[in-house]
C-alpha cells in the first residue's frame, strides 16, 4: 500500500490506516479472537498504519493492538496513539465504561501538563508492547483547548525533539481549533474527525488552506460520519456523528448514494475516494472491529472511482466546488 510522509517529519503512514476505535468495545462488547483476527486480516490486506488511544476502552485498544504489533518488524509499520486522558485505577462493581463495552476498572482522568502526558506516554509504551511511538496526538481537547495548547503541545514538541516521538498534532472535530494548532505551533499532523466528508465540508473554510500552507499533513477519519456513509443504500435509524441522522441529512446522503450508483460506484467507495482526494490529507482512517469489515473496507479502498463523479456531485448541489 502506497504511504505519505507526514509534513516535514521521517514518518510515512499507508494510505489506509487501521483505527482502533471499535477495539475498545465501541457501542458492543468484543472478545479477544474477534479483535485479534480484524488486526490479522489488517495486516494480510497490507495495512501498515495503526492508530489507538488510551481512551479507547480504557486501554483495551491499545493492549490489543500492541499483541499483534510485537510480533511483527518495528520498521514495518507506523503506530499512532494519544494524550490527554489518564487512566486512574478503580473498583468496576460491575459497572461498564460507558460507551465502551469493557468493565470500568478505570476512570479518565484530563489532564495536559508536561507530566501528565508523559504519564501517558509511559503507560501506553507498556500496553502497546514497544519501545517507541511514531505519532503522538493531543486527544479530543476541545474543552481543554488553551491548556492542550500552551502546556500540552511543548510537552508533544519536547518529546518529539528527544526522538521519543516522530511526528506530532492533534486529533480533533473542530476544525477551527486545529487551524489554530497549525497557526500557532508547528505541529507535523492533525487527524480531523468527520469534517472533511461527502456530507460534511467544513475543513475546507480554513484548516486544509492552513495545512496546505504550512506543510501539515491530514489524517481523515470518521470518513463515514459514524455509519450515514458506510452502506451502499443510508437506511432510516443511519447515525451521523454518533446519533440519529436527520431527515435532511438522510435525504442527501441518498441522494449521494443515487449518483454514484449512475457511475457504478457505492457510497462508502465515494466516501473513503472523496476524503483521500485532497493534497493534503496522507491517509483515511478507518475504524474496523472484525476481519469482515477489514475485507470490506480494504476492497471499498482500491476500488476504482471515475473522476467524472465528482463534477457531477457538484452540478446535483451535493459536493462544494471547492472539494473537485
Known amino acids: 500500500m502506497h504511504s ?13 490506516g487501521f483505527g482502533g476505535g471499535p477495539l475498545g468495545g465501541l457501542f458492543a462488547p468484543l472478545d479477544d479472537e474477534t479483535a485479534a483476527a480484524a488486526l490479522d486480516a489488517a495486516w494480510d490486506a497490507g495495512i501498515r498504519y495503526y ?26 509499520y507506523t503506530l499512532s496513539t494519544k494524550v490527554g486522558r489518564l487512566l486512574v485505577p478503580q473498583e468496576d462493581e460491575g459497572r461498564l465504561d460507558g460507551a465502551f463495552h469493557v468493565p470500568a476498572t478505570h476512570r ?10 508523559l504519564k501517558s506516554v509511559e503507560d501506553s509504551l507498556k500496553r502497546l508492547r514497544t519501545d517507541r511511538i511514531d505519532i503522538l496526538f493531543l486527544h479530543d481537547a476541545e474543552e481543554h483547548f488553551e491548556d492542550a495548547l500552551s502546556s500540552g503541545y511543548p510537552a508533544l514538541a519536547e518529546l518529539r525533539a528527544q526522538g521519543v516521538v516522530g511526528a506530532i498534532g492533534a486529533g480533533m472535530y473542530d476544525p477551527a481549533l486545529l487551524t489554530r494548532l497549525v497557526t500557532e505551533a508547528d505541529p507535523d499532523v492533525v487527524m480531523l474527525s ?34 450515514l456513509l458506510a452502506g451502499e443504500q443510508p437506511v432510516q435509524g443511519a447515525t451521523f456523528d454518533y446519533a440519529p441522522a436527520s431527515a435532511e441529512l438522510l435525504r442527501r446522503a441518498r441522494h449521494i448514494a443515487a449518483v ?11 466516501a473513503l475516494a472523496f476524503a483521500r482526494r485532497h493534497p493534503v490529507v496522507a491517509s483515511v482512517v478507518v475504524g474496523m472491529r472484525d476481519a469482515d469489515e477489514v475485507t470490506a473496507d480494504v476492497a471499498a479502498f482500491g476500488a476504482e472511482v471515475p473522476d467524472a463523479l465528482w463534477p457531477a456531485l457538484h452540478t446535483a448541489g451535493l459536493i462544494d466546488a471547492r472539494a473537485l
Do not use: M
Not at 509534513?7 to 503512514?13: C, E, L, R, T
Not at 454514484?260 to 465515494?270: F, K, S
Open 4 to 16: 505519505n510522509r507526514l509534513g516535514s517529519s521521517d514518518v510515512h503512514v499507508g494510505e489506509l
Open 51 to 76: 492508530d489507538t488511544s488510551p481512551h479507547y476502552g480504557i486501554g483495551h485498544s491499545e493492549r490489543r493492538i500492541g499483541n499483534l504489533l510485537e510480533h511483527k518488524p518495528r520498521a514495518e
Open 108 to 117: 479518565r482522568v484530563w489532564d495536559f501538563t508536561r507530566d501528565g502526558i
Open 194 to 227: 468527520g469534517r472533511y466528508t461527502l456530507l460534511d465540508h467544513s475543513a475546507l473554510d480554513t484548516l486544509l488552506p492552513a495545512c496546505a500552507e504550512r506543510g501539515v499533513s491530514v489524517l481523515a477519519a470518521s470518513v463515514f460520519n459514524s455509519g
Open 260 to 270: 454514484c450508483r449512475e457511475y457504478g460506484v457505492t457510497l462508502p467507495q465515494a
